[in-house]
Structure formats: structure tokens, C-alpha cells
Nanobody, 125 residues
Framework: QVQLVESGGGLVQPGGSLRLSCVAS????????MAWFRQAPGKEPEGIAC????????AYADSVKGRFAISRDKAKITAYLQMNSLKPEDTANYYC??????????????????WGQGTEVTFSS
């Protein structure tokens, strides 16, 4: 069974940077997608970035495009989210998701079958 474990959240100042990690285990085939979602208090979950193992294509939400970058270590089956130029509105619980999908990924929550526990990103001001 697939397990996803996130880490890297913490306290950050506006304009700062942070890198999140998602370590996956239990994938039984080579084609899968991994994604990052976030949920702020009182708001709906938002898909912000995803990457496909089959073609290395990526997708980003407009709210983070140009500031965040998703990447993947195939050997470690790990996804990363590099977050730069952080804003107060980026405050949220960030969690990792995965699915068996061939081809491009989408930022649609219902596409994903496996979820991590989440890691919190908070701001000092």
C-alpha cells in the first residue's frame, strides 16, 4: 500500500523560502503522479503543483506559478516543493498526494488516491 510522508514545514517570514519534501513508499508500478495541495484555515483545499513520473510534465496553480517549483527524485521516489517569495496568503497546511496515472497530472483533488498527513507553513507576520 502507498504511504506518503511530508516534512519541511515551519515558520517563515514574508518573502522567505522553504522547501517541502514528500517521501513515497509502496508504489507497485512505474507510472504515477505526485502533487502538492494546501488548505488554509476556513478555506477549501487548493491544488498547487503536480508532477508526472511517466513524462516529467508539471502543472501549477496560478496562485503559485513563478514562485513555487515542484521536482522529483525518481530513485528516492520523493517529491519536493521549493517555495520562494512567500506571502502571508501562503499560510496553510501543505500535504502530498499520489495516484496511478499515465501522462500529465491535474490539480484536481478527486484524481488522487493516496494522501500524506500534511505539514504546516506559518508566518511570523
Amino acid at each position: 500500500q502507498v504511504q506518503l510522508v511530508e516534512s519541511g514545514g515551519g515558520l517563515v517570514q514574508p518573502g522567505g523560502s522553504l522547501r517541502l519534501s514528500c517521501v513515497a513508499s509502496g508504489f507497485t508500478v512505474d507510472y504515477y503522479v505526485m502533487a502538492w495541495f494546501r488548505q488554509a484555515p476556513g478555506k477549501e483545499p487548493e491544488g498547487i503543483a503536480c508532477i508526472s513520473s511517466s513524462d516529467d510534465s508539471t502543472a501549477y496553480a496560478d496562485s503559485v506559478k513563478g514562485r513555487f517549483a515542484i521536482s522529483r527524485d525518481k530513485a528516492k521516489i520523493t517529491a519536493y516543493l521549493q517555495m520562494n517569495s512567500l506571502k502571508p496568503e501562503d499560510t496553510a497546511n501543505y500535504y502530498c498526494a499520489g495516484a496511478y496515472i499515465w501522462g500529465p497530472c491535474r490539480l484536481t483533488k478527486n484524481d488522487y488516491d493516496f494522501w500524506g498527513q500534511g505539514t504546516e507553513v506559518t508566518f511570523s507576520s
